[in-house]
């Protein structure tokens, strides 16, 4: 298994695999992303060559899925570009900032909070989910 060593890929490895003991249940959708090495892949609907989708999108259509929540690591990347493809592909997209953490490169949580704003992803604390949900409603 290869991992990164500088703070964004740190938590990235190729070729991980899941724990024998973890139950994926049948019709689940495994998100393959960063499998190539030389394009990044920051977003769990594209890699950032923009044009390789990853199922993602496809899978929550068949689902009946309009509102996605997104979670994890890293606000400034992967939570960033994930929740701003999301908008793109037409559904509404929620970070749960609190359920995130971010690299925190120089200027990188500044861009991600303007770019998830121009792209018109609500962000919003865990504890004040439900109102901002209500209040986004009326």
Known sequence: ????????ERHCCQRAAFHDDLAIPQGSHVCRKGFRREVDSYSAFFENDKTTATGLEGYLRELGVTRVF??????DFCVRFTAEDAVRCGFTSVVVRDGTRA?????????????T???GVLVVESAGLAAALE???S
Do not use: F, H, T, W
């Open 1 to 8: 298994m290869l991992c990164g060593v500088n703070p964004v």
């Open 70 to 75: 997104i979670v994890g690591v890293a606000y």
């Open 103 to 115: 690299v925190d490169l120089p200027g990188a949580v500044e861009a991600a909070d303007k770019g």
């Open 117 to 119: 704003a121009a792209a």
């Open 135 to 137: 209040e986004r409603r």
